[in-house]
Structure formats: structure tokens, C-alpha cells
């Protein structure tokens, strides 16, 4: 069975400040897909993110980055100088490269609000 | 770039109804998967089609079917509607070809409401 928790309901910042999202993960697959996924108040959901078991280099693409360490099932995501069209539900997901076909298992998703 | 079209985006409907979403994946993408988000919750999956067949099935009630065309489009069919099935359709595509975990892109989604 595969679980991803995600303990912060929601973060609340100022604008130009830094957010990270927790991510926990867990699974008995050896290999697999971890995933973020951003959902603005219009509701469609839009692909941030893949990193797979096997790369933990960590990665920076314009403000977002993201912090994947196996050894403690963690795959943290930040958003750097935030912005108020970053404010959305920011979800992680998990898939295993076998079995499944690929079917995503999303945490419970965080609510960041960026105030100006 | 083309990406998931569903319609219809918005859908009222009585209890006891049925209704049909469609969706058209990104051109060239064979996997599709139908995912229920309720309101405040995560996405749950419902079940997949990799060229036309189904390939996994996850929580789907059995008044739902579903399926996937020879261009590739997939219904939704939900039958005798429920107050409780009252969600977010989302569905998503992606190449299956290369590999079962290829990045999954999501259409806009249709919001179901049934009275």
C-alpha cells in the first residue's frame, strides 16, 4: 500500500517570502514517481514536478525547487520570493514504476495563501 | 501546446439521471485515467485505458463505466446518480508507450452537481 501525508493544511504568507511544502511518502515499491501538483482556485490541476526513486539531486527551475532525500521518505518542495498567483492547493503524488499503471496517489494537498 | 479537453465543463443533473463526460487526451497520448475529487479532498483515482483497454481500476462504483475510443477519446458513463457523487471529474493523459509512469497531464475537469 502506498500513503503520501502531507501535514500542513495550510500556509499562510506575505508576498516575496519563501514556502516550503512537506511531503512524506510511503511505499514498499523500490522504484517510483513522486509528483507536485499546483490546483488554482479555477480548479485544474498543473504538473509542477516528476522525480524518480533513483535521482535524489535535488533541482532549481526558476523559483520553485524541490528537496527529495529517500532515506527519510521526504520530498519537500519550495517556492522561492512567492508571489500572489502562487496562492493555490499544492498537491504531491506518488506512483510506482510497476503494477498500477501508473495511477497517481495524491496527499492531502496544502493551501498556500500568498498576501501582498 | 494542445492539452486535455473534457467536456462538458459543467453538468446539473436530478438523482436517479445519468450522465456522460467525455475526454480527449493530448494528441499522441494512448493512457488515459479518470480521477473523482470531491469537495476539500485529493483526487481519487477511478480507473485507466491504455490503447482502448482498461489497464487498471481503482474505487469506481459500479454504476460508472467507462472507455476508451479507437481515437483515443474516453467516456464516462454514471448511471442512477447519487447526491454524493457530486465532484470534480478530472482526467489525464499521457504516453503510455514509454513506460507506464509517464507524467500524467490533466484536463480542466467537469464539475458535476446532482440535485
Known amino acids: 500500500a502506498q500513503k503520501v501525508t502531507q501535514a500542513q493544511t495550510e500556509i499562510s504568507v506575505v508576498e516575496k517570502e519563501d514556502v516550503t511544502l512537506d511531503c512524506v511518502y510511503e511505499?514498499?515499491?523500490?522504484?517510483?514517481?513522486l509528483f507536485w501538483y499546483k490546483q488554482p482556485p479555477s480548479g485544474e490541476l498543473v504538473f509542477l514536478i516528476r522525480?524518480?526513486?533513483?535521482?535524489?539531486q535535488n533541482e532549481i527551475s526558476g523559483r520553485y525547487s524541490w528537496n527529495f532525500q529517500k532515506s527519510t521518505s521526504s520530498f519537500n518542495f519550495t517556492i522561492t520570493a512567492s508571489q500572489v498567483v502562487d496562492s493555490a492547493v499544492y498537491f504531491c503524488?506518488?506512483?510506482?514504476?510497476?503494477?498500477?499503471?501508473?495511477?497517481?496517489?495524491f496527499g492531502a494537498g496544502t493551501q498556500v495563501v500568498v498576501t501582498p | 501546446a494542445a492539452g486535455v479537453i473534457q467536456s462538458p465543463r459543467h453538468l446539473i443533473k436530478e438523482k436517479r439521471e445519468t450522465a456522460t463526460l467525455k475526454c480527449y487526451p493530448i494528441?499522441?497520448?494512448?493512457?488515459v485515467y479518470w480521477y473523482q475529487q470531491g469537495p476539500g479532498q485529493d483526487p481519487q483515482f477511478l480507473i485507466s485505458?491504455?490503447?482502448?483497454?482498461?489497464?487498471d481500476k481503482g474505487s469506481i462504483p459500479d454504476r460508472f463505466s467507462a472507455q476508451q475510443f479507437s481515437d483515443y477519446h474516453s467516456e464516462l458513463n454514471m448511471s442512477s446518480l447519487e447526491l454524493g457523487d457530486s465532484a470534480l471529474y478530472f482526467c489525464?493523459?499521457?504516453?503510455?508507450?514509454?513506460?507506464?509512469?509517464?507524467?500524467?497531464?490533466f484536463g480542466p475537469g467537469t464539475r458535476l452537481t446532482v440535485l
Open positions: 489525464a493523459s499521457s504516453l503510455g508507450a514509454s513506460g507506464r509512469t509517464d507524467t500524467q497531464y
Open positions: 511505499t514498499r515499491d523500490t522504484t517510483y514517481y
Open positions: 522525480r524518480n526513486s533513483f535521482d535524489e
Open positions: 503524488a506518488l506512483t510506482p514504476t510497476t503494477d498500477s499503471w501508473g495511477k497517481l496517489q
Open positions: 494528441p499522441r497520448h494512448d493512457t
Open positions: 485505458f491504455y490503447e482502448k483497454m482498461q489497464s
